[in-house]
């Protein structure tokens, strides 16, 4: 929505990357440590949601979030504090309904930061291919 608003079509792709990006990371990654959920370590508290079947760590949420959150801030600096609030209350929100330990977000937020610097250097040092200019 911001990047509609600001008129900065580039930007939403990019945000979109780094959500895709974030998550098929934080799945495989999921996939391969297999850390159980809370829900499955200790009967009480119960979850307050349905608890996703996959892995613990990390949290997909707090790493799509952070990603997003890095990739707006690179643009609006002024506003990063408020994106990343935004991120680190989605992120804790996982703990809080009982589906993540805290490390779970905590990775996924570290994660999702350097996904987006990643893809903003990958962006910035690419070789791109030359414009054709018209004819004549």
């Known amino acids: 929505m911001?990047?509609?608003w600001w008129r900065r079509p580039p930007l939403f792709l990019q945000v979109a990357i780094a959500d895709l990006t974030g998550q098929l990371i934080s799945y495989g990654l999921k996939q391969w440590i297999g850390r159980e959920r809370p829900s499955e370590v200790y009967p009480l508290p119960k979850p307050l949601v349905r608890a996703p079947?996959?892995?613990?760590?990390p949290s997909g949420h707090a790493t799509a979030s952070f990603a997003c959150a890095t990739v707006l801030a690179f643009y609006a600096p002024r506003a990063a504090p408020r994106f990343f609030l935004l991120a680190a209350a989605i992120a804790w929100s996982r703990v809080?309904?009982?589906?993540h330990y805290p490390l779970d977000v905590l990775g996924g937020a570290v994660l999702g930061i350097a996904i987006a610097i990643a893809l903003?250097?990958?962006?910035?040092?690419?070789?791109?291919?030359?414009?054709?200019?018209p004819a004549g």
């Open 96 to 99: 809080y309904v009982g589906v």
């Open 53 to 57: 079947h996959d892995g613990s760590f």
């Open 2 to 4: 911001l990047a509609v």
């Open 120 to 133: 903003r250097w990958l962006s910035i040092n690419l070789p791109r291919s030359p414009r054709a200019t």
